[in-house]
């Protein structure tokens, strides 16, 4: 009696922590890292499958499901690493060794120097271009998303709000059929966000004057996207 208590409290345990983890995210830049990105993104799709599969199944899964959630969390989380060692080991790679003088090279000769600048006069009739607005990378507010398929022809609206905490996003998704929230990143005028959704769509784009634009994947496809703000 004793053991089957100790076990049933080791299982609850489990159950609450598996329950508060924090649920994988996409936190890698595909235009760095490609295969490490798309590794996350298919990490996130089976973590949110799973959940399905304990909705439908009331959670009594024996608690394999918690543990699986739990171990593509980590799963989610080495993959991170993995990009940070790759941008490290590419930092070091391009750095010179530290105390290595420098032999120049005799058979280059020096660039012999430019002629001296011959004043110009201004030509009048030429106004300088204006220079382009400023992008605000600042994305909270309510999208309307227009999609190209990726399985047929045509497109589809989706709506989202979104909100931004520093370069962390969060929100909710609407689409033609499904909906939930959303959850993604900033850096810079570089967006992603993936959706909590049956399944998961994963934006990656660019904040532009008149908007955001970009790929978005499903199921491995992908296909154009662009979003106006409502």
């Given at each position: 009696m004793k053991s089957r208590t100790i076990a049933l409290l080791g299982f609850v345990v489990m159950s609450y922590a598996v329950a508060h983890a924090q649920a994988p995210s996409v936190t890698i830049d595909p235009s760095r890292h490609g295969n490490?990105?798309?590794?996350?993104?298919?990490?996130?799709?089976?973590?949110?499958r799973i959940g399905e599969a304990q909705r439908d199944n009331g959670s009594h899964l024996g608690g394999h499901a918690a543990r699986a959630?739990?171990?593509?969390?980590?799963?989610?989380?080495?993959?991170?690493?993995a990009a940070d060692?790759?941008?490290?080991?590419?930092?070091?790679?391009a750095a010179?060794?530290?105390?290595?003088?420098?032999?120049?090279?005799?058979?280059?000769?020096?660039?012999?120097?430019?002629?001296?600048?011959?004043?110009?006069?201004?030509?009048?009739?030429?106004?300088?271009?204006?220079?382009p607005p400023p992008v605000n990378n600042n994305v909270s507010g309510n999208w309307t998303i227009y999609a190209y398929?990726?399985?047929?022809?045509?497109?589809?609206?989706?709506?989202?709000?979104?909100?931004?905490?520093?370069?962390?996003?969060?929100?909710?998704?609407?689409?033609?059929h499904q909906k939930g929230h959303l959850q993604g990143w900033i850096s810079g005028n570089h967006v992603e966000f993936s959706t909590d959704t049956r399944d998961v769509l994963t934006f990656r784009g660019e904040v532009t004057a008149d908007g955001m634009s970009g790929m978005y994947g499903i199921h491995g496809e992908h296909a154009p996207w662009k979003a106006q703000r409502n």
């Open positions: 490490l990105a798309s590794a996350q993104e298919s990490v996130i799709q089976a973590y949110y959630k739990e171990l593509l969390a980590q799963a989610n989380q080495e993959i991170g690493l060692q790759a941008d490290a080991n590419e930092g070091a790679l010179p060794p530290p105390g290595q003088p420098t032999t120049p090279n005799v058979a280059e000769a020096p660039a012999p120097a430019p002629p001296p600048a011959q004043p110009t006069t201004p030509n009048v009739a030429e106004a300088p271009a204006p220079a398929n990726v399985a047929q022809p045509g497109s589809s609206l989706k709506q989202v709000q979104i909100s931004q905490d520093g370069n962390i996003l969060s929100g909710t998704f609407h689409g033609p």
